[in-house]
């Protein structure tokens, strides 16, 4: 079992309106069997409730499931990360974003825009990724 | 279900084999190379041929003909010859008058039918002034008033055109067309059409988008809701049970079926329950399926309910009336079957999913447009997806022959072990108590999400082939793909502006006896929720009011966060 | 004296990522885990922790939800820790027990941590109790522990509780006996949840009858309460005050503190107690002053060496009573202090045998002969280094209810 440092803490969840979770429930499961740790929340997050929960779990990633156009509000969801001293955090957004949204995505902050088709093994692998990316910037306590 | 299903077969073993058959077999097995076994998405094997050593057309007893139990090749003897499906597209954006826009374009197109689709704030129960403003109208109507609701149904006859609306407990968006149509003038026995996705269980399970309220109160307005349609909307149908949102979350179209029926005789316990007389519930119980792209086990599955169905009504629930044992349902192209890379491939896949819907005998039909993996649909795509359904009526002539599969070995075969593998997960249901305890218990979310897993797997592993994503893939040029639809900013923030205004203006005291009323009847078993829901929105309620007063006493439903 | 690390700050007035962090650093072990955990140890000691078990569907997390209502209610701000297994597969898990905490998980006055049991028992308990110490640290009136399950692990993670309480959802049938192997041992209160179902009365008799035979076998300890509760779909609570009463009672009578003492007592697994011993004797000033060295620790025993120099000595040359006395009466102070309670020494013999003398090397060892709820006892035996026996003493402890940790000295 790897040790403690490697284990990734990730948060999945959804936020806006959308109820659609077959892909975020889907993801969570992936990244358990990848061997990370999954806070998995159901869909209709506030995001003042995101911001807490990823405060209190001292999550790496949060990856947010997005497919009926929830993902307009992903730069307010960023907006109040950084407000919170989360500005480190790495997220993701996975599920249906038009192009001409993606780079407005990724100029909030986002770090990664996944579309329909992406595999499971190459999230996972990205998500490991960054979530050491995110610790090796952090100060220890 | 993830593991390839042994299914009997009609006849095995019955007899010697014939000669030409023997011939076939060897020669099949010395030219065919490597062959590997086929499951469908159900996991039944399917064999290379059928012949009637799996499937006699002696059996056709079994089988039925149109219009007579047990329905296998259709609930009606003339089928779609006789009246055509109704092309009922799923419509939903912005402002009422923009939805009122695109629906006359639609109807003008071909559609028959309206369906209406309201935004996601009205799904969750909110008004436009308590959500995010970039999520208003953006994949749906902003309903929020019965006001609304009759600007968007402007110049559409109530009494004559059939209505869709998608909109779960406690039916506002129906009490809203009530109050537009008393207003008009419209007499309400007069107003047809459906409470589109009124399944609780199904929302419950695999597309919360539409849970409001906690399980136990979204039984008893349900109940409340056909027990108020039965009597004062008679040509309305309150129940539309729904396998398409366990079908789009993973399950397998046996899973789908088989999960949808046990819900279906769940909701007629209920009603039985309170008294009702199957007889005069029955025959209003619609189905909402997916219909994806695994063309013959969709064709097969849908024989194989209706086969199912006309027994359970019969025997089980002990209806009397044909009308009651006819299985209906609108069909909808699955639009997890639709990829993102290479839109336009989506056009031949609807296609075929329609045609699958159509040769499985539906009664209505949406087909997806082809940029619905991309945002929600433009009016370019909405138009192709109606002459989609032109095309195959008019030019494949596929109205022309009442279920003409019937009769080939494959389907009858397979009809046969679709029928088989769907009551077995039926009898799992059944196991846990019905329908309901087998949600509660996370039993149903359980199943769907180890099919949705598995499936996953297959697609990542290249076992199953999605064009354009684990094969055929090609660089695209993505300035190519049509830009979004968006609602009008401007529009909006003006419907806004008008619904403050609107507020501002009613009388209040009415405003707050109606939810009084409505609170109390929650809480009296023997006031019908509904009926109370219908005086609110004449009283000017808001549909956020609506619900979180009956948030208030039932309950607001909280999803299981099973993965 | 060592001086004592600072704690991160932040965490002392409970600032929501200051204790997040905190947290994060003690599930990653390692030497700053620790550090951090021995600089926790003066905070400790004011939040009453409860520590909720069961089966699987036996109603924990809305139970848990009810109770932070209430915690809520009357002010108190509180800390959850919910524990849910790592795949043993994979290693990985899905932390779903925060969600099913409901509309209160999101009050501003609630901090919920998810733990992944990562497999090792004794890793976990002391990952988990170290977090509970954290959240302690931070001024929490109330942490809730909670955790699945009716095995052996889950009874190791109860042991970072105060209170225990085992959730058992009615229609036991033939499940009571699979609930009664550890769990009963451990449960200080049992709840039997969605009371309103059939089965529930029977459960409950079925608990009362299986404790009534427990009682007999250990009278004078807790009387293991049974209550019933119930909770609606839109969180409508009963029962619940009767429990908080259980619980409050069960605090003034022995739940109060208990953790911190188990706690003590159980490090001595991993050799902190060695720790802990050499710390105290580091922080002696009459045995800096004298030059004695604290050879070894453990739980109940210590060993402190001393060379024997010329101030030590008495006007006949050989090493002074006092000195023997003080070396064999420092070994005591360490080994009865050593489980973490402090411990006063009230009465003391010592015998002399042979003399010693200037350059002599004495050990004295101690031993514990017996410890009760509030005294104990110790044999200390004072050797040279040809292994003669120089000196033996016997002491007596009262132990305080006080911990090392919680006691403020001037000097700090």
Redesign the interface.
Known sequence: MSSSNLIPKVLVTKIGFDGHDRGSRVVAAALRDAGMEVIYTPPWQEIAAVVKLATEEDVDVIGISSLATDHLIVPKLMQALREAGLGDVAVIVGGIVPDEDEQLLLEAGVARVFHPGSSLPSIAAAVRELAAGVRARRTTV | MNKPVDAPLGLQGAGPEDPALAHWRGEYASQIGTDRPVHNRSGIPIRPLYTAADWNPARESATGLPGQAPYTRGIYATMHRGRTWTQRQLIGLGTPAEYNARLQGVLGAGATAVSLIP???V??GVDMDE??F??LG??GTVVNTAEHMDRALQGVDLAQTSCALNDPSPFTLLAFMLAAARKRGTDWRQVSGTSNQSDYISHYV??????RL???GARRVLADHIDFCNRFVPKWNPMSVVGQHMQ???ATPAEAVAFTLSTAIQNAEDCIARGMDPDTFLPRFTFFFDISISFFEEIAKFRAARRIWAKVTRERLGAKDPRSWRFKFHGQTSGVDL???QPLNNVARVAVQAMAGIFGGLQSLHTDAYDE????PSEFGARIAVATQNILREEAHLTDVIDPLGGSHYVEALTDQMQAEIERVMGLVQEAGGMYKAVE?GLVQRMI?ES??HF??Q??RGEQT?V???AYQVDED?SA?P??ARPDPAAMRAHVAAFAAFKAARPAAEVQRALDALARAAGAARDNVFGRVVEAAEAGCTHGEICATLRRE???G?????? | MTARPALPAGLPAGERRAVARAISAIEQGGAQAAALHAALAPHLGRAHVIGITGAPGAGKSTLVHALLGELLARGQRIGVVAVDPSSPISGGAVLGDRVRMGTHGAHERVFIRSLASRGHLGGLSRSTGAVVDVMDAAGFDTVIVETVGAGQSEVEILRVADTRIVACPPGLGDEVQAIKAGILEIADLLVVTKADLPGAEAAQRQLHDMLHLRAAAAPGSWPVAVLATRVDSDGRAEGLAGLLEQIAAHAAACGRGRRLQAAARRSSASGDVAAHVRHLAASDPLMQMLGMRCTGGGPGHAEVKLTLQPQHLNFNGSCHGGVIFALADSAFGLASNSHGAVAAGIDAHVTYQQPAKAGDTLLARAHEVSRGRSLAVYRVDVEGEDGQAVSSFTGTVFLSRRHHGSVQRDTD
């Open positions: 935004c996601n704030s799904f969750r959500s995010h970039e999520l953006t994949c695999a597309n919360h988008m539409f849970f906690a399980l136990p789009q979350a993973g990829t993102r890379q993996a991309l945002s929600c218990s999400g949705a897993r996953q797997a697609v990542d999605v354009g994503v684990n993505r793909r830009v979004n039932l309950g607001f909280h999803v299981q966060a099973l993965v």
